[in-house]
T-cell receptor
Framework: DSGVTQTPKHLITATGQRVTLRCSPRSGDLSVYWYQQSLDQGLQFLIQYYNGEERAKGNILERFSAQQFPDLHSELNLSSLELGDSALYFC????????????FGSGTQLSVL | AQSVAQPEDQVNVAEGNPLTVKCTYSVSGNPYLFWYVQYPNRGLQFLLKYITGDNLVKGSYGFEAEFNKSQTSFHLKKPSALVSDSALYFCAVRVAGGGSYIPTFGRGTSLIVHP
């Protein structure tokens, strides 16, 4: 068990809808990373937060947004969903911003129908 | 651009035989390199990292990786494969961006160990 909790584990929704994915980092970790894993794109970095502030942004669509709350949990919001957004979304955490060792949650499998 | 490549989608090996999972990288400056493993229905787990020093790095579950600067490679190895090693393996390189360091992952290599 990595100590990183992601909910829900599975999410099935329709095109055009909006969903929220939740992540609780490992106790003491201040950084949260979001990654998208799909068969055609592999593991793609979306966004990183550190102690409540956005620190780095990757290949995140404008329809997607995220935030990290004072208790350090993070939420990834996906809106106007398209079929191509179907993927496994991972949250990872680390103590700092060095990215030297990430602890991954088990992921949220999103299916857009 | 900084990137990592895993040239093999799948590696097959017999149990008890040595295994190698290949990774090459492209980065400006000195790389920090990592290997992670993903078992079915699980998140990625850290195996090992290279930052500096000895080119042979030892990690979890008997795995090791060899850093080769001239060949820009960081291949994962294990002397004797186990069926339980069957999983998806990811190589990653740390990149810098906006004061933070974001690991960029390869596409992954599926390791299948046959009994």
């Amino acid at each position: 068990d990595s100590g990183v909790t992601q909910t829900p584990k599975h999410l099935i929704t329709a095109t055009g809808q909006r969903v929220t994915l939740r992540c609780s980092p490992r106790s003491g970790d201040l950084s949260v990373y979001w990654y998208q894993q799909s068969l055609d794109q592999g593991l793609q970095f979306l966004i990183q937060y550190y102690n409540g502030e956005e620190r780095a942004k990757g290949n995140i669509l404008e329809r997607f947004s995220a935030q990290q709350f004072p208790d350090l949990h993070s939420e990834l919001n996906l809106s106007s969903l398209e079929l191509g957004d179907s993927a496994l979304y991972f949250c990872a955490s680390s103590p700092g911003t060095g990215g030297e060792k990430l602890f991954f949650g088990s992921g949220t499998q999103l299916s857009v129908l | 651009a900084q990137s990592v490549a895993q040239p093999e989608d799948q590696v097959n090996v017999a149990e008890g035989n040595p295994l190698t999972v290949k990774c090459t990288y492209s980065v400006s400056g000195n790389p920090y390199l990592f290997w992670y493993v993903q078992y079915p229905n699980r998140g990625l787990q850290f195996l090992l990292k290279y930052i500096t020093g000895d080119n042979l790095v030892k990690g979890s579950y008997g795995f090791e990786a060899e850093f080769n600067k001239s060949q820009t490679s960081f291949h994962l190895k294990k002397p004797s494969a186990l069926v339980s090693d069957s999983a998806l393996y990811f190589c990653a390189v740390r990149v810098a961006g906006g004061g933070s360091y974001i690991p960029t992952f390869g596409r992954g290599t599926s390791l299948i160990v046959h009994p």
